[in-house]
Protein backbone atom coordinates (compact mmCIF):
# COMPACT_ATOMS: atom_id res chain seq x y z
CA UNK A 1 0.00 0.00 0.00
CA UNK A 2 1.63 3.40 -1.14
CA UNK A 3 1.97 6.19 1.48
CA UNK A 4 1.86 9.64 1.42
CA UNK A 5 3.60 12.07 3.46
CA UNK A 6 3.51 15.78 3.21
CA UNK A 7 3.65 18.83 5.11
CA UNK A 8 1.11 19.31 7.41
CA UNK A 9 0.75 23.24 6.53
CA UNK A 10 2.39 26.11 4.72
CA UNK A 11 2.13 29.59 5.06
CA UNK A 12 2.43 31.80 2.12
CA UNK A 13 1.80 36.11 0.17
CA UNK A 14 -0.49 36.86 -2.32
CA UNK A 15 0.86 36.57 -5.67
CA UNK A 16 4.17 34.02 -4.55
CA UNK A 17 4.32 30.86 -6.26
CA UNK A 18 3.63 27.81 -3.52
CA UNK A 19 5.35 24.51 -4.30
CA UNK A 20 4.20 21.68 -1.90
CA UNK A 21 5.92 18.52 -2.08
CA UNK A 22 4.69 14.65 -1.65
CA UNK A 23 6.38 12.07 -1.29
CA UNK A 24 4.99 8.37 -2.03
CA UNK A 25 7.57 5.88 -1.55
CA UNK A 26 6.42 2.31 -2.83
CA UNK A 27 3.86 3.78 -5.31
CA UNK A 28 3.58 1.15 -7.29
CA UNK A 29 4.29 1.36 -11.25
CA UNK A 30 0.70 1.86 -12.60
CA UNK A 31 -0.15 4.24 -10.33
CA UNK A 32 -1.15 7.75 -10.75
CA UNK A 33 -0.55 10.82 -8.73
CA UNK A 34 -3.63 12.75 -8.19
CA UNK A 35 -3.76 15.73 -5.68
CA UNK A 36 -6.79 17.46 -4.70
CA UNK A 37 -8.41 21.05 -3.20
CA UNK A 38 -10.58 21.22 -0.11
CA UNK A 39 -11.90 24.47 1.10
CA UNK A 40 -13.48 24.02 4.89
CA UNK A 41 -16.83 22.31 4.69
CA UNK A 42 -17.05 21.30 0.90
CA UNK A 43 -15.60 17.96 -0.82
CA UNK A 44 -12.54 17.40 -2.31
CA UNK A 45 -12.03 19.01 -5.62
CA UNK A 46 -9.81 17.42 -8.51
CA UNK A 47 -6.72 19.64 -8.75
CA UNK A 48 -4.18 17.25 -11.15
CA UNK A 49 -3.41 14.17 -11.42
CA UNK A 50 0.18 12.72 -13.45
CA UNK A 51 1.97 9.39 -14.22
CA UNK A 52 5.96 11.08 -14.38
CA UNK A 53 7.33 13.89 -15.85
CA UNK A 54 5.30 17.29 -15.62
CA UNK A 55 1.53 17.95 -15.79
CA UNK A 56 0.44 21.56 -16.27
CA UNK A 57 -3.50 22.49 -16.30
CA UNK A 58 -5.38 25.85 -15.75
CA UNK A 59 -4.74 25.80 -12.15
CA UNK A 60 -1.38 23.94 -11.39
CA UNK A 61 1.60 22.32 -12.58
CA UNK A 62 2.74 18.83 -11.03
CA UNK A 63 6.71 17.60 -11.19
CA UNK A 64 7.15 13.79 -10.99
CA UNK A 65 10.87 13.03 -10.79
CA UNK A 66 12.21 9.74 -13.06
CA UNK A 67 11.52 7.65 -9.75
CA UNK A 68 8.31 8.85 -8.81
CA UNK A 69 9.16 8.50 -4.91
CA UNK A 70 7.91 11.93 -4.77
CA UNK A 71 5.77 14.82 -6.61
CA UNK A 72 5.68 19.02 -6.31
CA UNK A 73 2.30 20.50 -6.77
CA UNK A 74 3.15 23.76 -8.05
CA UNK A 75 0.54 26.89 -7.56
CA UNK A 76 1.62 30.12 -9.27
CA UNK A 77 1.19 33.49 -8.32
CA UNK A 78 -1.65 32.34 -5.36
CA UNK A 79 -4.40 34.14 -4.30
CA UNK A 80 -6.34 34.80 -0.83
CA UNK A 81 -8.88 31.99 -2.66
CA UNK A 82 -5.88 29.19 -2.69
CA UNK A 83 -6.52 29.48 0.81
CA UNK A 84 -7.61 25.63 1.09
CA UNK A 85 -6.20 21.87 2.35
CA UNK A 86 -4.40 19.99 0.02
CA UNK A 87 -4.17 16.52 -0.74
CA UNK A 88 -1.92 14.03 -2.68
CA UNK A 89 -3.61 10.91 -3.01
CA UNK A 90 -1.81 7.71 -3.72
CA UNK A 91 -4.25 4.98 -4.48
CA UNK A 92 -5.27 2.01 -2.37
CA UNK A 93 -6.47 -1.28 -3.95
CA UNK A 94 -8.56 -3.57 -2.80
CA UNK A 95 -9.84 -5.06 -5.98
CA UNK A 96 -10.41 -1.57 -7.20
CA UNK A 97 -9.12 1.83 -7.22
CA UNK A 98 -9.57 3.73 -3.71
CA UNK A 99 -8.84 7.64 -3.48
CA UNK A 100 -7.49 7.35 -0.10
CA UNK A 101 -6.74 10.55 2.01
CA UNK A 102 -4.13 11.59 4.61
CA UNK A 103 -4.14 14.22 6.78
CA UNK A 104 -3.17 17.02 3.82
CA UNK A 105 -1.12 19.97 3.55
CA UNK A 106 -3.46 23.37 4.95
CA UNK A 107 -2.35 26.18 2.75
CA UNK A 108 -2.55 29.62 4.49
CA UNK A 109 -2.11 32.45 1.74
CA UNK A 110 -2.24 36.03 3.31
CA UNK A 111 -2.64 39.48 1.90
CA UNK B 1 -21.17 21.84 -9.38
CA UNK B 2 -19.92 19.01 -9.11
CA UNK B 3 -23.21 17.23 -10.15
CA UNK B 4 -23.13 14.72 -6.97
CA UNK B 5 -26.36 15.63 -5.46
CA UNK B 6 -26.10 14.54 -0.84
CA UNK B 7 -29.21 14.98 0.87
CA UNK B 8 -29.86 16.06 3.37
CA UNK B 9 -26.91 18.92 3.52
CA UNK B 10 -27.65 18.85 7.79
CA UNK B 11 -29.24 16.54 9.94
CA UNK B 12 -29.45 16.20 13.79
CA UNK B 13 -30.64 13.42 15.34
CA UNK B 14 -30.43 11.94 19.52
CA UNK B 15 -28.08 9.44 20.44
CA UNK B 16 -29.36 5.66 19.51
CA UNK B 17 -31.10 7.13 16.43
CA UNK B 18 -30.88 5.66 12.77
CA UNK B 19 -30.49 7.95 9.97
CA UNK B 20 -30.16 7.72 5.99
CA UNK B 21 -27.83 9.69 4.05
CA UNK B 22 -28.85 9.83 0.23
CA UNK B 23 -26.01 10.36 -2.98
CA UNK B 24 -26.99 10.81 -6.36
CA UNK B 25 -24.07 10.07 -8.25
CA UNK B 26 -23.14 12.25 -11.61
CA UNK B 27 -24.90 11.04 -14.89
CA UNK B 28 -23.02 7.84 -15.84
CA UNK B 29 -21.11 7.55 -13.10
CA UNK B 30 -21.22 3.80 -11.93
CA UNK B 31 -18.76 3.97 -8.72
CA UNK B 32 -20.07 5.87 -5.50
CA UNK B 33 -17.49 6.02 -2.39
CA UNK B 34 -18.84 7.00 0.86
CA UNK B 35 -16.51 8.92 3.01
CA UNK B 36 -16.55 10.21 6.68
CA UNK B 37 -15.00 13.55 7.66
CA UNK B 38 -13.79 14.59 11.80
CA UNK B 39 -12.07 17.21 12.75
CA UNK B 40 -9.45 14.59 14.51
CA UNK B 41 -9.73 11.70 11.78
CA UNK B 42 -9.47 13.74 8.61
CA UNK B 43 -10.93 11.79 5.23
CA UNK B 44 -11.85 8.37 5.99
CA UNK B 45 -12.71 5.88 3.37
CA UNK B 46 -15.54 3.74 4.22
CA UNK B 47 -16.95 1.87 1.52
CA UNK B 48 -16.83 1.78 -2.18
CA UNK B 49 -19.68 0.59 -4.45
CA UNK B 50 -19.14 -0.43 -8.74
CA UNK B 51 -22.33 -0.82 -10.40
CA UNK B 52 -24.81 -2.19 -7.45
CA UNK B 53 -21.96 -4.11 -6.44
CA UNK B 54 -19.79 -3.62 -3.00
CA UNK B 55 -16.16 -3.54 -4.08
CA UNK B 56 -14.93 -2.18 -1.10
CA UNK B 57 -14.97 -1.86 2.67
CA UNK B 58 -12.76 0.64 4.72
CA UNK B 59 -12.92 1.87 8.19
CA UNK B 60 -16.77 1.10 7.69
CA UNK B 61 -18.50 0.24 11.45
CA UNK B 62 -20.80 -2.41 12.07
CA UNK B 63 -23.21 0.23 13.07
CA UNK B 64 -23.23 1.68 9.55
CA UNK B 65 -24.56 0.02 6.24
CA UNK B 66 -24.70 1.54 2.51
CA UNK B 67 -26.25 -0.28 -0.47
CA UNK B 68 -26.36 1.06 -3.98
CA UNK B 69 -29.53 1.28 -6.01
CA UNK B 70 -30.40 -0.38 -9.89
CA UNK B 71 -30.67 3.63 -10.75
CA UNK B 72 -27.36 4.21 -9.21
CA UNK B 73 -28.26 6.15 -6.55
CA UNK B 74 -26.94 5.19 -3.16
CA UNK B 75 -27.30 5.66 0.69
CA UNK B 76 -25.52 5.26 3.68
CA UNK B 77 -27.19 4.10 7.02
CA UNK B 78 -25.89 4.48 10.03
CA UNK B 79 -27.61 3.11 13.57
CA UNK B 80 -27.73 3.54 17.10
CA UNK B 81 -26.07 6.56 16.64
CA UNK B 82 -22.95 7.85 19.45
CA UNK B 83 -22.10 11.62 19.36
CA UNK B 84 -18.86 10.33 17.98
CA UNK B 85 -20.49 9.60 14.86
CA UNK B 86 -21.27 13.39 14.54
CA UNK B 87 -18.82 14.45 10.90
CA UNK B 88 -19.44 15.04 7.70
CA UNK B 89 -20.11 12.38 5.37
CA UNK B 90 -19.07 13.04 1.70
CA UNK B 91 -20.03 10.55 -1.49
CA UNK B 92 -18.37 10.74 -4.21
CA UNK B 93 -18.81 9.10 -7.61
CA UNK B 94 -16.59 8.70 -10.83
CA UNK B 95 -16.97 7.11 -14.01
CA UNK B 96 -14.39 3.99 -13.24
CA UNK B 97 -12.62 1.44 -11.23
CA UNK B 98 -8.84 2.68 -12.57
CA UNK B 99 -7.09 4.94 -11.35
CA UNK B 100 -6.47 7.67 -13.57
CA UNK B 101 -10.23 9.03 -13.78
CA UNK B 102 -11.10 11.80 -11.16
CA UNK B 103 -13.76 11.42 -8.26
CA UNK B 104 -15.79 14.50 -8.05
CA UNK B 105 -17.58 14.77 -4.27
CA UNK B 106 -20.58 16.13 -3.12
CA UNK B 107 -21.32 18.74 -0.74
CA UNK B 108 -21.24 16.22 1.88
CA UNK B 109 -24.16 15.77 4.74
CA UNK B 110 -23.25 17.14 8.58
CA UNK B 111 -24.50 14.68 10.65
CA UNK B 112 -24.99 15.90 14.43
CA UNK B 113 -25.95 13.73 17.32
CA UNK B 114 -26.31 15.05 20.72
Known amino acids: LAKTTQPISMDSYEGQEVNITCSHN???????ITWYQQFPSQGPRFIIQ???TKVTNEVASLFIPADRKSSTLSLPRVSLSDTAVYYC????????????FGRGTSLIVHP | DSGVTQTPKHLITATGQRVTLRCSPR?????VYWYQQSLDQGLQFLIH???????AKGNILERFSAQQFPDLHSELNLSSLELGDSALYFC?????????????FGQGTRLTVV
Open chain 2, 49 to 55: YYNGEER
Open chain 2, 27 to 31: SGDLS
Open chain 2, 92 to 104: ASSVALTGDTEAF
Open chain 1, 89 to 100: LAPIRRGSYIPT
Open chain 1, 26 to 32: NIATNDY
Open chain 1, 50 to 52: GYK
